[in-house]
């Protein structure tokens, strides 16, 4: 298991993580991503080297996102079939929760998020941002989660080709994950951790303005398409009823029009292009879509035949399957097919290329500037 510490003019609460994680896990392997600090705190950096962390270095300041996928790119590298915990460095991640996440991880092999119950002194803008956010993924998703926001996440060691490939630089790239994650099928579990914020989280460098409508255009994203996808299919529906006076060809043509029109405006506009084999993706959306087609079917006739107007029983059938799959998944998680495959292994398309860019680049770091041998904590 290996923790990913992304850091970005850090303090000495970061060294204090380290100095905690020792104490609890002496063999636990740390990975400290410096995203471009400066001098003024290459001292730190030093002393977690010091004390046996891999410190990988950005020139200059790239993003949260673009830290955690180089952190990403040298697990895979350096410690290929480990997992990671992602933690953040201004101390409110204690040990003892990074533990938690960890093993749940191990034993789940799915995206763990450390969850905060957002009770006690929270800072306005967290919980504000937190709720309006979680609400958003639920909607958008059918997929309730307690945390969105928070830093504190775990992939299984078969998730770093997939999240090389997760667009966003910055603070967006964590929703994005969660997102292509909940669009995928990957399974995604919560554990509750403490919710702590130092100094009303006066530490943080997350700008409310800018890195808010950076978070907050992924899923203005998603809606829009979701949408757009939905007119699509009822236009279609009702001018294909019109043209040949049958119904369930009319839906199974409208709804497969829509459905790939919604597929390819996802994977394009979305999440940034493919991270997968376009053949592999597009068989798990229809396997998915596969069983709302039928029920669609089913339902739309039931209610034309008892005397509703078409257009009517359309958006009243779409209600009902919302709410229908939507409870179904908060029951059934769907895993990813190949989720127990090595980082790497046969994968191929963009994940793999990207994943492979990364590495290069961790590559071309080390070879510039030879690091401390040793990754585990002493």
Aim: charge should be positive.
């Amino acid at each position: 298991m290996i923790v990913l510490v992304p850091a970005y003019e850090p303090g000495a609460r970061l060294l204090d993580l380290l100095d905690a994680l020792q104490v609890a896990a002496p063999d636990l392997g740390v990975v400290v991503a410096d995203d471009g600090s400066g001098p003024a705190h290459e001292h730190v950096f030093a002393t977690a080297r010091a004390r046996g962390a891999t410190v990988l270095a950005h020139a200059v300041n790239r993003g949260k996102g673009r830290a955690l996928k180089t952190g990403f790119a040298h697990v895979a590298l350096a410690h290929p079939g480990e997992d990671v915990v992602c933690a953040d460095c201004d101390g409110q991640h204690s040990p003892v929760d990074v533990l938690r996440v960890a093993a749940r991880v191990q034993s789940s092999r799915a995206v763990v998020l450390g969850a905060r119950r957002f009770t006690g002194a929270v800072p306005a803008r967290s919980r504000v941002g937190n709720t309006v956010t979680a609400a958003l993924f639920a909607l958008l998703t059918r997929r309730r989660l307690q945390d969105t926001q928070t830093g504190l996440r775990g992939y299984p060691a078969s998730a770093m080709g997939w999240l090389a490939g997760v667009p966003g630089e910055r603070f967006e790239y964590e929703l994005n994950a969660l997102l292509d994650a909940a669009r995928s099928g990957r399974a995604i579990e919560e554990v509750e951790i403490a919710t702590t914020y130092l100094e009303g989280n006066a530490s943080s460098h997350f700008r409310p303005v800018v890195d808010s409508a950076r978070i907050y255009l992924p899923l203005l994203a998603f809606s829009l398409t979701s949408f757009a996808s939905f007119l699509l299919d009822t236009t279609a529906l009702l001018v294909l009823h019109a043209l040949t006076g049958t119904l369930l060809p009319s839906v199974v043509a409208a709804r497969l029009l829509s459905s790939t029109a919604n597929y390819a405006a996802n994977r394009r506009l979305v999440f940034g292009g493919s991270r997968c084999r376009p053949t592999a993706s597009a068989a798990r959306y229809a396997g998915l879509a596969g069983g709302l087609l039928v029920a669609n079917g089913v339902l739309l006739s039931a209610l034309t035949a008892a005397g509703l107007g078409l257009l009517v029983a359309k958006v009243v059938t779409e209600g009902v399957l919302f709410v229908a799959s939507y409870q179904v998944q908060r029951v059934v998680r769907v895993r990813r097919p190949g989720a127990g495959r090595a980082a790497g292994g046969r994968r191929g398309g963009a994940s793999a290329r990207r994943l492979g860019a990364l590495r290069g680049g961790v590559r071309r770091r080390a070879r510039a500037r030879p690091a401390r041998p040793g990754a585990r904590l002493r």
